[in-house]
């Protein structure tokens, strides 16, 4: 909670505020991800912060804004993932059943129920309106895309014959959007390790 300043007092240049942006950031994404943009309101967020209103316009702008903010941090957070999983030495069908595996695990969590993925179980739903919501969400499946693309062209010769490293790197992305809706509506460990593992034998084909 912002502190109160004592009256007459003036606030030092310089002095640290009486919050952490990053950890408000990310109670207020949680309780985006729990009900969505639309249905969560400012009290739920002032709630879910302990900043009141001016507080949450002083350090975020409004509603529309805060959201944004963490729509980028998700999408941060999933391209510094993904890049550090394709990094990883090894043959492509383990680097590929890795990140799948951990993003599973991810899509699973949740304190009231399987979660799945903050982008695709809130922002999908808002880019039919909203076009910044839109454009965001279509930059992120691009890069996805891309970033797979890169680390499967590295690798010709574990792929499918003939298959195109871009038309796979949006198969991996594909893979990762069922993932995530499977795993809200409450898939299973073994129910989504089954999806990936036919995924992946898609795109790299045992020998």
């Given amino acids: 909670m912002v502190q109160k300043e004592p009256s007459g007092s003036s606030r030092p240049r310089g002095r640290p505020r009486a919050y952490d942006p ?6 207020a994404r949680d309780a985006f991800w729990r009900n969505g943009f639309s249905a969560t309101s400012l009290d739920d967020l002032s709630a879910a912060t302990g900043l009141n ?20 941090r998700s999408r941060s957070e999933m391209l510094g993932g993904l890049e550090r999983g394709l990094a990883q030495p090894g043959p492509l069908r383990d680097v590929l059943k890795t990140i799948f ?14 979660r ?8 999908v739903t808002e880019s039919v309106a909203d076009p910044d ?7 992120v499946f691009g890069e996805l895309d891309s970033g797979f693309a890169a ?10 014959p003939g298959a195109d490293p871009l038309a796979m790197g949006s198969l991996a992305t ?25 995924g992946v034998d898609l795109i790299c084909p045992r020998p």
């Avoid at 595996?101 to 399987?114: K, P």
């Fill in 53 to 72: 209103r001016p507080s949450l316009y002083g350090a975020f702008g409004d509603k529309k804004a805060l959201y944004m903010a963490t729509l980028q």
């Fill in 174 to 198: 594909a893979i990762l959007h069922t993932l995530a809706v499977r795993a809200r509506t409450g898939a299973d460990e073994a129910s989504l390790k089954a999806i990936y593992e036919a």
């Fill in 133 to 139: 919501v839109r454009n965001l969400l279509d930059q």
């Fill in 101 to 114: 595996s951990g993003a599973s695990a991810i899509y699973r969590s949740g304190d009231e129920a399987q």
């Fill in 151 to 160: 680390r499967m062209a590295a690798s010709p010769d574990e792929l499918a």
């Fill in 116 to 123: 799945g993925c903050f982008l695709i179980g809130t922002a």
């Fill in 22 to 27: 990053a950890t408000a950031l990310g109670k």
